[in-house]
T-cell receptor, first 116, second 114 residues
Framework: AQKITQTQPGMFVQEKEAVTLDCTYD???????LFWYKQPSSGEMIFLIY??????QNATEGRYSLNFQKARKSANLVISASQLGDSAMYFCAMRDGGGGADGLTFGKGTHLIIQP | NAGVTQTPKFQVLKTGQSMTLQCAQDMNHEYMSWYRQDPGMGLRLIHYSVGAGITDQGEVPNGYNVSRSTTEDFPLRLLSAAPSQTSVYFC?????????????FGPGTRLTVL
């Protein structure tokens, strides 16, 4: 069975600092996708970044990058130059390659608060 | 494109009542799914569909029914609401079932069962 672990329930970070949100995963599949979503206080789920298990390079999307360490089964999200608008819940999720029919498996999330 | 839409945004039910949460997408996505989000938890999969006429159970299917008669619509039915079904419900869709396709989420429905 798949499992996602996010060990940081909450984080406080000063504005403009870089932030690393931890995510470890467990799966027996060789093919899988890793996703990060942002959920602001308004409640919607916003897709941030994706990393495929066979991708050799770490994914980047603007200020977001994914530090993918396959051997350690970790997929940490790095936010550079944090902004007040980055305050939100952040969820790490995985979708397996066995048809992906089971949808996304989510971690419990990290509540990130950016302080001025 | 409207993306994924859900109605209603909020709903209050009494125990034992039934209702249908509506979900529609206009992206011609094959794959659609329903999740619930409870406090302190990530989202958990209730049911999913890989195409019109095909549905299957996810992690927490008890008390819910789904059907998929068209590509666009994927309603979720609560048969006899219970307080344990108080939650925020998200509908999501993706192009297909592949592991590399992101899921697009609707805005959510906040349901309270008294």
């Amino acid at each position: 069975a798949q499992k996602i672990t996010q060990t940081q329930p909450g984080m406080f970070v000063q504005e403009k600092e870089a932030v690393t949100l931890d995510c470890t995963y467990d799966t027996s599949d060789q093919s899988y996708g890793l996703f990060w979503y942002k959920q602001p206080s308004s409640g919607e789920m916003i897709f941030l970044i994706y990393q495929g298990s066979y991708d050799e390079q770490n994914a980047t999307e603007g200020r977001y990058s994914l530090n993918f360490q396959k051997a350690r089964k970790s997929a940490n999200l790095v936010i550079s130059a944090s902004q007040l608008g980055d305050s939100a819940m952040y969820f790490c999720a995985m979708r397996d390659g066995g048809g992906g029919a089971d949808g996304l498996t989510f971690g419990k999330g990290t509540h990130l608060i950016i302080q001025p | 494109n409207a993306g994924v839409t859900q109605t209603p945004k909020f709903q209050v039910l009494k125990t034992g009542q039934s209702m249908t949460l509506q979900c529609a997408q206009d992206m011609n996505h094959e794959y659609m799914s329903w999740y619930r989000q409870d406090p302190g938890m990530g989202l958990r999969l209730i049911h999913y569909s890989v195409g019109a006429g095909i549905t299957d159970q996810g992690e927490v299917p008890n008390g819910y029914n789904v059907s998929r008669s068209t590509t666009e619509d994927f309603p979720l039915r609560l048969l006899s609401a219970a307080p344990s079904q108080t939650s925020v419900y998200f509908c999501a869709s993706s192009y297909d079932r592949s592991s590399y396709n992101e899921q697009f989420f609707g805005p959510g429905t906040r349901l309270t069962v008294l």
